[in-house]
């Protein structure tokens, strides 16, 4: 292997959600503090990944391309122009798909790391990284991230870091200018909703209803006078709708570019939320969770490091999503996704009793 003083250009390779990206963060940190002096760049495919990154100032540069939807030749002579500049690139965990691994490879790197998976593995193409570490399904994203960096000559550490997310000045500004725009105050309770999830493999299924979110922010408002900021993607506009129009539109639709949502986000009391992206970023900004969970699990994705609650049931089938490309499914012919439909609104009301009481302080409820 590369010894430390070999090892002068990395690149990370981090093509799923934002959430994933952000769960990387502290390896990212790890790197950095074993390489000093080297160049660690970033392959992304979203604008909210690379506006997180863009105030990390452990990354240097930060290549987007959105290799879902831009024509496949453009997108081979743009991975080639990459070709031989890097040491290292690293395949952020998950990526379990084939295409990400052909990409890894094409970039070629003389050390390509990355993970060989529990389920689909070989339909992965997971061979073509050469410096691999076997998943463990019962460690955390960051865990399998730090495990991964482990490949190579970092330095120890006496604990993993939490995630790194930083709101600039500006950020802030553009989340108080909205906020005055709406005539919300200084000092108002704000809580943050994110009722949507992931679209992708029938993801759309680990959503708790629209109308017990509704429930949730007619009850904040009436117990605390709670300001409810409605968070979400465009994609996400009309099931804010909803839930504000079950809220007698009292609630507040949030869409602004990433970083202002980050820095509106950093204002609220607490942040309440499916397993999302969102999640990881409320964690990241150091913001009390209370998530609700379903078919995930739970001991890959809570909240790192943060104050949270987690409402789930533990059926006698869970958890039954893993990282593959398979589609969520229910093994249930009748009352199917029992795991979150069941999940009724007095038992995310006294979760987010229980925190309030005991003053945000981390409470894991299941």
Known sequence: MAGIQKIKNILIVSFSGIGDAVMFTPAL?????????????????????????????????????????????????????LRKRYDVSISVYPANRWEYNII????????????????????????????????????????????????????????VSPLNIQCTQEDR????????????????????????SAEFKNQLRRRWAPEKY???????????????????????????????????NSGH???????????LMERCTFFLCND????????????????????????????????????RHELECSPCFYYSPRHANCRWKEDRFRCITHIEVDEVKAAIEKMLKEGMGLVRSS
Not at 174 to 184: D, F, N, P, R, T
């Open 29 to 81: 940190h790890l790197l950095r503090t074993s390489f000093p002096e080297a160049r660690i760049d970033l392959l992304c495919m979203f604008k909210g990944v690379e506006e997180i990154y863009q105030r990390n100032k452990e990354i240097q540069t930060i290549y987007r391309r959105d290799f879902l939807h831009a024509p496949i030749l453009s997108s081979l002579r743009f991975i080639l122009s």
């Open 104 to 159: 890894n490879f094409l970039i070629g790197a003389k050390l390509r790391l990355g993970h060989e998976y529990n389920h689909y593995n070989f339909a992965s193409l997971y061979f073509l990284n050469n410096k691999r570490v076997k998943e463990n399904d019962s460690l955390h994203n960051v865990i399998e991230n730090v495990e991964l960096v482990k490949l190579l000559p970092v330095a120890p550490a006496e604990e």
């Open 173 to 196: 500004k553009s989340a108080q200018e909205w906020l005055q725009q709406k005539g919300i105050s200084e000092n108002s309770f704000l809580v943050g909703f994110h009722a949507g």
């Open 214 to 248: 509704s429930s949730i922010g007619l009850w904040l408002k009436e117990q605390h006078n709670a300001s409810i900021l409605l968070f979400g993607g465009t994609d996400e506009l009309a099931l804010n709708q909803k839930i504000n129009a079950g809220m007698n």
């Open 253 to 263: 639709i949030v869409q602004t570019s990433f970083m202002t949502t980050a820095a």
């Open 276 to 311: 999302t992206g969102l999640m990881h970023v409320a964690a990241g900004l150091q913001v009390p969770v209370v998530t609700i969970f379903a078919f995930t699990n739970p001991a890959y994705v809570y909240p790192w490091k943060s104050r949270y609650t987690m409402v």
